[in-house]
Each structure stands twice: as structure tokens, then as C-alpha cells.
């Protein structure tokens, strides 16, 4: 019962960020002139699936590898490996491009901006509710 239980919370957890990374991309897309999805909007949604897998299963590996860097740059690294995942998402999906390397700089600041606001605002119910199911669950 525990593992679906946990299961649970991380597809929660990864529609959240699924939502979010919509609204950001399109932000991005809406921002900045090297942002590009093509005339679907189905290739945002894509492209925010893709994103919010890669955070989700890639991001945790590059960022282990990466930590002799990242504690040597006191963090700033941490930018470079957010760079990366929005790199290797317009890799995954076609009809999202990336035209250079300061659109890519440019579009992570702003998906960056656009889901701490969200957080900070409509997701922060979702985000206490997390934080108290995991008090619980260490209670028990």
C-alpha cells in the first residue's frame, strides 16, 4: 500500500510540474524572439511533458556528476546543468528550437521566473499539502 501510496504523490508532483512548465515555455516562447515552437501549440505541451521528465529522471544524475563543479562554482553551476535540460529537451522535441546560446541562457532565467511564481502562488497549496503528507508518513 506505502509504494503506490508514494507513487502517487510523484505523478501529482510531476503534473504540477507538467502544468508549470507549460505556462513557463509558453512565457519563454512569448519572450524572447530565439524560443520557437512552430504554429502547434500541442508542441508546447509536448515540449513541457519532455522538460518536466528530464527534470525528473535526468537532472538528478547530471547534477550527482556535476557536484565536485557546482560546490566549486558555490552553485552557479546549477544554472548550467537547468541550461542543459532545456537544451536536451529541444533535442527530444522537433518543433521546439532553441536559436542560440543566450536565447537558451535567456529562456531558463524566464521558465526559472515564471514557475517560482507559480509556486509561490497557485501551486503553494500543492506544495504544503506534499510537505505535510511527508511529515506524516515520518511520524508513523
Known sequence: DRPVRDAGGMWRKLL???????????????????????DD??????AALVFSLVNAFVRPVVTVLSLPLIVLTLGIALFFVNLLMLYVTSWIVPDFTID???SAVGATIV?????????ATLFR????????????????
Open 100 to 102: 542560440g546560446f543566450w
Open 111 to 119: 521558465i526559472w521566473l515564471v514557475n517560482a511564481l507559480l509556486s
Open 41 to 46: 501549440w500541442w508542441a508546447i505541451v509536448l
Open 16 to 38: 504540477v510540474a507538467w502544468a508549470g512548465n507549460i505556462a513557463a515555455i509558453f512565457v519563454a516562447a512569448w519572450l524572447l524572439d530565439g524560443i520557437r515552437y512552430g
Open 125 to 140: 497549496r500543492f506544495h504544503e499539502e506534499e510537505r505535510e503528507r511527508e511529515r506524516e508518513r515520518r511520524a508513523r
